[in-house]
């Protein structure tokens, strides 16, 4: 159901529910108790080993995660369904004749406008623009009538209707719809459902993300694609950044008012280039107009209360009068010009309107000059138009062998940006010559400027495509700035703070923000991870330089709580970073950091990253960005999410062959590529050492990380793989996330993810730095549930390879010289694993049965047995196929 708001803000109520819903789902689901266990870095292996009931630390979080979800389901189902009882009545009140304003209206700040008002205070402005949309991506195929499917970015989902909000306020009887129509046609606003057909043409309707390649509409509100204040409107953003290649596409909201600047400053630089070198009227429309069907989100945040007043529809005329002039490319817009020619009157001013709103007035038709006789035109009139066609002709020409050549490289990550063009220090820029960087990357050249602005950002960009770098240059300049005024600190403070979600992860940015400021004396960079010695960390913090700090939670957290000089430091803290933000913003962690940004200054740049933003991490990412933050997305809604240049297959095997399939896999992979290198991901730690030991059996050349390894012995064998070739890791969740070990040609997950994220980022550790690479999927027929989650990317079944009678037996073999304690602890974490999905865990008789085949698949004629306790905890007390330790 689509409602006008005051000053035409137009909302989708479904999802406006669930916004309301959730935050009070939230503060809920944060009052879950916090526990040693829920404090926990699953990856880091820190803690205690066992919980109440003999649980493990996985069991234990997974059972906290699961009922903090259950509970957080149940308010929003319950909010929902209050609220849309609110505004049904609030509707029907307004339509009855003489029907006085509902009580509601009179009523306090719970009434339901107050709260409508409340929720769009809060979630109508970029960043939040998702919120609106229940599903996260497509919707369905709009419904229009056939000369706005011409339209793209102008349609509207089918059906959507304005609502007069002012009237509905003064509980007058509001007008029948324009263009006719009959007060029934009112009451489909509650049904949600869209009406094909309705009001074709007549009625104004507002800008859908409609994408006509892909052939669907996102019911996405217009206001999304506009930036209210700034007239800066989708297509226009959306054209600048879209010269880079048809596949690639950012979204940028900017806060408005700089928007026309940022907009100049974020242009690719041959676009820039274009503009400026030549006649702007011309060279722009072209460099940005080239490509149609791609789509960005353009918001805006600080003004965009403004879009609240009724009156304010016309700010973006007055704020882009520059814009009015341009010419739009003919060749693109066309249509859109013609068809705005056939509306009457009003509807047609809307649309233009919308159209202006979304094109940021370069639709704007210069007045028809009138038709002159060929005698009337002067010969300065001619070899003038003649000129400007060269021109025009010249200019298209060259965008259009820039993008032949832009097109011809392929999916490059790279970009014509030079980090020297960045305005980052000139020490900065001969570090990273040194380390050869010199162009930047998508997303270093999309994120750079709005980060170095100032603002909060949050950003998504794909796997491997030099996220850490695009945060570590905005944290070094910021740490050079505020160097400047703390001079007459004794101890100085920590200017910078970038928190990762495993210690692999830290030491890897530390080392890389090393390298950047080798040529900045007096900037140091130090790491905080677990695993360590507490002294030694408090005593290096003390004696080196430390403006950078790069920790995981866990850590970070004892020193604030039990150092204050530790937490006076970080008083002068200026930028926080989330590296992998959406997995700190998880359950899991999300605690830990709103303890850490309580303990922060409140006055701080926020930069969020990650190659995945789930919709839940998109909502909870506002605690710790403020309300005028930028969605950089250099993936794009709807783009696919994993690097293209990466094969995704899948095998389904009987479990009971899994270990055998994955020797065979690997065998042949290593028959193919002479320098290979490999990661095989397994579903729990212990599984993950049951299958090191069974493929050195094999002898096979392979090493092993998980959470149970001590640190010392991960960072080496990390740093061991990332420095080698022709070598197999097998490993567990620490090494989904962020690693970057060069040249990895294979990746093989045996069993299914915990998740869609879990999938993209273990598949991310091939095919980086826009190279090639092979992803393999291998799961058990009862696990083909998970290919749903990942319908959406390019993943293929793959035909089952054949395993010889002696390769199987070879197999057998080593499985038989594990430890048989290896291998209970294998079958308890299997068991824990699975039951914390909860595709799995409904049928727990099935999942007995599945984890006592897991067991004859690693050599156990019977399953171990489990402690009562734990049993109960885990819902498995009396289930069949369960024993239970006496
Ligand atoms: N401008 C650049 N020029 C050349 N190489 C670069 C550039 N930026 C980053 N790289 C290299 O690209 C690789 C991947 O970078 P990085 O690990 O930052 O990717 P990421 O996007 O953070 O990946 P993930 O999502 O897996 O964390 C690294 O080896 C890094 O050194």
Redesign the pocket.
């Known amino acids: 159901m689509i409602v006008e708001l005051p000053g035409n803000v137009v909302v989708r109520i479904g999802a406006l529910q669930s916004i309301s819903i959730f935050t009070q789902a939230f503060s809920e689901s944060a009052a879950q108790p916090n526990t040693a266990a829920a404090r926990q870095e699953p990856e880091m292996g820190g803690g205690p080993r066992t919980f109440p009931g003999g649980l493990s630390k996985w069991q234990h979080k997974r059972m906290h995660e699961k009922l903090a979800r259950g509970k957080e389901r149940g308010l929003l189902r319950h909010e929902k369904q209050l609220y849309l009882a609110r505004l049904r009545s609030e509707i029907r009140a307004s339509h009855l004749p003489g029907a006085p304003a509902s009580p509601a209206d009179h009523a306090g700040p719970t009434s339901s406008r107050a709260h409508i008002r409340a929720l769009a205070d809060r979630f109508l402005r970029p960043g939040a623009e998702d919120l609106w949309n229940d599903d996260d991506g497509p919707l369905r195929r709009a419904r229009l009538p056939l000369h706005q499917q011409q339209q793209p970015a102008r349609s509207l989902p089918s059906g959507a209707r304005m609502v007069d909000w002012k009237q509905v306020e003064s509980g007058e009887k509001p007008k029948p719809p324009r263009g006719g129509g009959d007060w029934k046609d009112w009451e489909e606003l509650d049904s949600g459902e869209p009406t094909a057909g309705r009001g074709a043409g007549n009625e104004p309707r507002l800008p859908a993300a409609f994408n006509q390649r892909r052939g669907y509409g996102t019911a996405a509100p217009w206001w999304w694609q506009w930036s209210p204040g700034s007239g800066m409107p989708l297509q226009r953003k959306e054209a600048s950044f879209g010269f880079f290649g048809p596949k690639r596409c950012y979204s940028v909201m900017p806060p408005c008012s700089p928007c026309r600047e940022s907009g100049a400053a974020l242009m690719p630089l041959v676009a820039r280039q274009l503009a400026e070198a030549g006649d702007g009227r011309k060279a722009t429309p072209l460099a940005l107009f080239y490509t149609q069907e791609r789509l960005y989100s353009v918001a805006a945040t600080r003004r965009f209360g403004q879009k609240w007043r009724p009156d304010s529809s016309d700010e973006d005329e007055e704020v882009m009068p520059a814009a009015r002039g341009l010419r739009l490319a003919k060749f693109v817009a066309s249509r859109e010009d013609e068809s705005e020619d056939d509306e009457p009157g009003e509807t047609s001013a809307i649309r233009r309107k919308w159209s202006t709103a979304a094109l940021r007035n370069c639709d704007m038709k210069r007045d028809r000059r009138p038709l002159k006789s060929y005698e009337e035109e002067s010969d300065d009139d001619i070899t003038g138009r003649i000129q400007e066609l060269r021109e025009e002709i010249r200019n298209r020409e060259v965008l259009g062998a820039e993008r032949r050549r832009y097109e011809s490289r392929g999916e490059s990550v790279?970009t014509n940006k030079r980090f020297d063009e960045c305005g980052i220090s000139p020490l900065t820029v001969e570090a990273l010559t040194d380390a050869?960087?010199i162009?930047?990357?998508v997303?270093?050249e999309a994120a750079l400027p709005v980060c170095l602005e100032g603002k909060d950002v949050l950003v998504k960009?794909k796997?491997?495509?030099?996220?850490?770098?695009a945060f570590l240059l905005p944290a070094i300049e910021s740490v050079l700035n505020a160097m400047k005024s703390h001079t007459n600190h004794r101890v100085s403070p920590i200017f910078a703070l970038i928190l990762c979600p495993t210690r692999e992860l830290a030491v890897q940015v530390t080392a890389e923000a090393n390298v950047l400021v080798k040529y900045h004396h007096g900037v140091g960079v130090q790491s905080l991870i677990g695993g360590t010695r507490f002294k030694l960390d408090q005593r290096r913090l003390e004696s080196d330089p430390c403006q950078i700090l790069v920790a995981t939670p866990g850590r970070l957290m004892d020193h604030i709580e039990n150092r204050s000089s530790f937490s006076v430091r970080l008083m002068g803290l200026k930028l926080l970073v989330l590296d992998?933000a959406d997995h700190l913003l998880d359950l899991g962690f999300r605690k830990d950091i709103e303890k850490i940004a309580d303990s922060l200054p409140r006055q701080r740049q926020t930069l969020l990253f990650s190659?995945t933003v789930p919709k839940e991490v998109r909502r909870v990412s506002q605690m710790v960005l403020n309300k005028d933050h930028v969605f950089v997305d250099t993936v794009g809604l709807g783009a696919v999410e994993t690097p293209t240049k990466v094969q995704q297959q899948y095998l389904v095997v009987p479990h009971e062959l899994h270990f055998h399939m994955v020797h065979r896999l690997l065998r042949e992979h290593i028959d193919q590529e002479v320098d290979y290198k490999v990661i095989v991901f397994c579903t729990t730690a212990m599984v993950t050492e049951f299958m090191y030991i069974m493929l050195r059996d094999l002898k096979l050349n392979v090493r092993e990380i998980h959470s149970r390894k001590p640190q010392l012995y991960r960072t080496r064998i990390s740093e061991e793989f990332r420095d080698s070739n022709r070598l197999i890791l097998v490993t567990s969740d620490v090494s989904t996330?962020?690693v970057?070990y060069?040249d990895v040609t294979l990746v093989i997950q045996a069993g299914v993810p915990p998740g869609r994220e879990h999938y993209i980022?273990r598949l991310?550790r091939t095919g980086?730095?826009g190279k090639s690479g092979k992803g393999i999927l291998l799961i058990a027929p009862w696990e083909e549930y998970f290919l749903k989650e990942i319908h959406d990317l390019p993943i293929q079944k793959a035909p089952v390879p054949q395993i010889d009678q002696e390769m199987k037996q070879k197999v057998d073999d080593s499985i038989k010289i594990v430890d048989m304690s290896i291998k209970e602890a294998a079958y308890h974490a299997w068991l824990g694993y699975y039951n914390s999905i909860a595709d799995i865990s409904r049928d727990k008789v099935m999942l007995a049965d599945l984890a006592s085949r897991f067991g004859v698949s690693i050599g156990m004629e019977k399953p171990p047995t489990l402690f009562r306790k734990t049993a109960l905890k885990m819902g498995l007390k009396g289930v069949p196929g369960i024993r239970i330790r006496k």
């Open positions: 790279f050869g960087y162009q930047t990357t997303v270093q960009a796997t491997g495509t030099g996220k850490s770098v992998e190659a996330r962020g970057n060069p980022h991310g980086r730095e």
